[in-house]
């Protein structure tokens, strides 16, 4: 990590799956902060055009610009059924072409199990063009897959000359399947710190209307949950535990929607008048506030659903502590239990309940409220797009080019 960077970075083509509200505005900051001559070349119009989510059980677009200010272009996708939850979703004959056409010197990957990218990765090595890589995945809580999964994600990676790691977990990952410590760059998992910055006025007021509209009463401590409404998140446990405590001067509140919403009004009823609140999914504009208006982030999620959580970061950057499940990606780098927030072992029955209580008498003097909140501020100062930059430039100056 301390190879001095060329006088003259390569120039870089990224493919990446679609528009995100999470990497437009790095790639935004990257053009705006940096010398890298870059193109994204997106695979697939979800984001930017009226799309049915069907975790979300709705059809919407992001409310936040994802293509202004920087170098992109979509790569027409021929597949039936678009999108990445199958192989042939991704499926973008022109993609080779329109990357030969703007001749990079190096291509960066967010991901390789679709059509289009195989092929994009194989174009690339035969051409001798230095590729880097950036995901998530982890082995938290399940270990390193069988022998024959694990030779052919070998391969795979034996093909990447640089990756970008974005935490601990997702380093060790990589370490077992075998990439070299000099091949890894540490490039965080981040959000648009800018946005998220809990001194902007707007997002306070709207946060302190919500408060009035829902009733809650300053001294009232409340735990936020924010996403699908699927089992993998855990929604229903939350209530559950919620529930059980019955603590005083404290209220539960659910933003998002999925198939589970049901089963969780119904659920719901048990609850004292006042205590559990229901909104609608909050497009990107609307999270800020709906942040502020917690003291305490949960994200319960099980299994290897989580691979990181980048709603952490936004809770956190907007100064509210966190409590996650240990099978979360980002638990070792951003909550440390008792410090900027509180983890429960997932596979422990009663774990998140006792969390939970532990975590809402913490923060119910005002001192407790002031000191988490201090710690996850200071925290989470080490996860910008300047920090992800880094990394990225550091990956860019160790590679070697073929003449």
């Known amino acids: ?28 900051w990257l053009r705006a902060h940096t010398a890298v001559e870059f193109r994204v070349f997106y695979l697939w119009k979800f984001g930017v055009t009226p799309q049915r989510e069907p975790k979300l059980l709705t059809t919407f677009e992001w409310d936040v610009a994802l293509l202004s200010g920087y170098d992109n272009e ?19 004959p022109a993609l080779t072409a329109r990357l030969a056409a703007w001749r990079p010197a190096a291509v960066l990957f967010f991901g390789y199990n679709w059509d289009a990218p195989l092929r994009a990765i194989l174009w690339a090595r035969l051409r001798g063009l230095p590729l880097l890589f950036r995901g998530d995945s982890h082995f938290v809580g399940r270990g390193a897959p069988p022998l024959l999964p694990r030779i052919l994600l070998r391969a795979v990676y034996a093909q990447f000359a640089a990756f970008l790691d974005v935490g601990a977990a997702n380093r060790d990952y990589f370490r077992t399947l075998g990439v070299p410590v000099g091949r890894l760059f540490h490039a965080p998992h981040s ?12 997002p306070r007021a709207a946060a302190a209307a919500l408060r009035t509209r829902l009733g809650l009463a300053p001294a009232t401590r409340v735990v936020l949950f924010a996403g699908k409404f699927v089992p993998e998140k ?16 404290a ?40 942040y502020l208006l917690a003291d305490l982030f949960v994200l319960p999620s099980r299994g290897h659903y989580e691979t990181w959580g980048l709603a952490v970061n936004e809770a956190m950057h907007l100064g509210v502590p966190a409590l ?23 596979t422990e029955p009663g774990a998140l309940q006792t969390k939970l209580a532990e975590a809402l008498a913490a923060l119910a003097p005002d001192d407790g409220r002031a000191r988490f909140r201090a710690a996850a501020l200071t925290r989470i100062a080490g996860y910008t797009y300047a920090q992800t930059t880094a990394g990225l430039l550091h990956a860019l100056a160790s590679l070697r080019f073929t003449s």
Not at 235 to 249: D, G, I
Not at 265 to 279: I, S
């Open 74 to 92: 979509f790569v027409d996708n021929v597949a039936r059924d678009p999108g990445t939850h199958r192989f042939g979703g991704l499926r973008n």
């Open 1 to 28: 990590m301390t190879a001095p960077l060329p006088p003259s970075l390569p120039r870089l083509a990224i493919v990446l799956s679609h528009p995100t509200q999470y990497y437009s505005p790095w790639f935004r």
């Open 191 to 202: 959000v648009d710190a800018a946005f998220f910055d809990p001194s902007r006025p707007a």
């Open 234 to 249: 855990q929604p229903a446990e939350l209530l559950a535990a919620f529930l059980a405590l019955r603590p005083r001067e």
């Open 324 to 346: 996650v499940s240990d099978l979360v990606g980002c638990q070792r780098d951003l909550v440390t239990d008792g410090e900027t927030g509180w983890v429960f072992r997932a």
């Open 251 to 290: 209220a539960l509140v659910f933003v998002g929607d999925g198939p589970e919403k049901s089963a969780l009004l119904d659920q719901a009823r048990a609850a004292e008048p006042g205590t559990v609140h229901f909104l609608p999914f909050a497009n990107q504009s609307e999270m800020p506030a709906r």
